[in-house]
């Protein structure tokens, strides 16, 4: 079975500081993962996504991924934090629908990223 | 390219009236379609599957009687809340993938309060 444990419910940081949102995750096969970003009542865009191409990973809006099969990690980063960056971050791992075919998500429980000025 | 739509994106309903919730796939066709439903700062959780044209594959503990899903065409489907009540209320989250992938594309949501 698949499963992702982000570690941190909350974190904060200041404007300009680096940003870390640790994600570990426990899958029977290659996984695919995600992180998405929710603002305040709206839905989920995607940040990145891994599929077993490149470890690191780029998405949008600055942030970055590391694939680390020997961690079972899939921390996300970005250099400099930004105002516009304070939402709710959610990692993600695909996992078995019934019947085994893949495609569902299986979301971690969040972590809320406040940005201090 | 791959943008969802869901309509409405706020309602408020009497208790024991019915909702009907709309996700469509507006550029693209979408073979599968999934309903999540959020509380309050917490995660997503899957309700259901839908494949076009056949029935749903609703998650355990979900009760498919209460939410009625439609997959009718493969850029729309529908969630119905039958005989809503209070603890109903919540955030509904569809979303949509095409056929070759295991990205799915979200909906910005339905908040749905029951009085």
């Known amino acids: 079975a698949q499963s992702v444990t982000q570690l941190d419910s909350h974190v904060s940081v200041s404007e300009g500081t680096p940003v870390l949102l640790r994600c570990n995750y426990s899958?029977?096969?290659?996984?695919?993962l995600f992180w998405y970003v929710q603002h305040p009542n709206k839905g989920l865009q995607l940040l990145l996504k891994?599929?077993?191409?490149?470890?690191l990973v780029k998405g949008i809006n600055g942030f970055e991924a590391e694939f680390k099969k020997s961690e079972t990690s899939f921390h996300l980063t970005k250099p400099s934090a930004h105002m516009s960056d304070a939402a709710e971050y959610f990692c993600?791992?695909?996992?078995?629908?019934?019947?085994?075919?893949?495609?569902?998500?299986?979301f971690g429980t969040g972590t809320l990223l406040a940005v201090q000025p | 390219g791959a943008v969802v739509s869901q309509h409405p994106s706020r309602v408020i309903c009497k208790s024991g009236t019915s909702v009907k919730i709309e996700c469509r796939s507006l550029?693209?066709?979408?073979?599968?379609m999934f309903w999540y439903r959020q509380f309050p700062k917490q995660s997503l959780m899957l309700m259901a599957t839908s494949n076009e044209g056949s029935k749903a594959t609703y998650e355990q503990g979900v009760e498919k009687d209460k939410f009625l899903i439609n997959h009718a065409s493969l850029t729309l489907s529908t969630l119905t809340v039958t005989s809503a009540h209070p603890e109903d209320s919540s955030f509904y989250i569809c979303?949509?993938?095409?056929?070759?992938?295991?990205?799915?594309?979200f909906g910005p949501g339905t908040r749905l309060t029951v009085t």
């Open positions: 899958s029977s096969y290659s996984p695919s």
């Open positions: 550029d693209f066709q979408a073979t599968t």
């Open positions: 891994y599929t077993s191409a490149a470890t």
């Open positions: 979303s949509a993938s095409l056929p070759t992938g295991d990205e799915q594309y």
């Open positions: 993600v791992v695909s996992g078995m629908l019934q019947g085994g075919a893949t495609n569902k998500l299986i």
